[in-house]
């Protein structure tokens, strides 16, 4: 089994920054893509920011020269920093890793149990 523990949510003004991490722990061989992802109220989760093993990234629109997405594949940690927040970045973050336990059975997703990110004066 693995888990994903996220940290670093919490309420900040407009224009102030956050940064999130997402640590794996478990059974793990190799991890592939982890990405962030967003929940809003009344909204569907939304794709934020994903990273591969080899570091290349890709952001939705909304979020593009604002936050970054790196990773530290020694400690099985990937971050997301946020700067120049808007009241709309309010949401639930989830981590998600695509996960390899072992060379004999295919890869899977797990989820972390989310952070809130309430950005408000």
């Known amino acids: 089994q693995v888990q994903l523990v996220e940290s670093g949510g919490g309420l900040v003004q407009p224009g102030g920054s956050l940064r999130l991490s997402c640590a794996a722990s478990?059974?793990?061989?190799?991890?592939?893509?982890m990405d962030w992802r967003r929940q809003a109220p009344g909204k569907q989760r939304e794709l934020v920011a994903s990273?591969?093993?080899?570091?290349?990234?890709n952001y939705t629109d909304s979020v593009k020269g604002r936050f970054t997405i790196s990773r530290d594949n020694a400690k099985n940690t990937v971050y997301l920093q946020m700067n120049s927040l808007k009241p709309e970045d309010t949401a639930v973050y989830f981590c998600?890793?695509?996960?390899?336990?072992?060379?004999?059975?295919?890869?899977?997703?797990?989820w972390g149990q989310g952070t809130q990110v309430t950005v408000s004066s």
């Open positions: 478990g059974n793990i061989f190799s991890i592939y893509t």
């Open positions: 990273i591969t093993s080899g570091g290349s990234t």
């Open positions: 998600n890793a695509e996960v390899l336990s072992s060379l004999a059975i295919p890869p899977r997703r797990y």
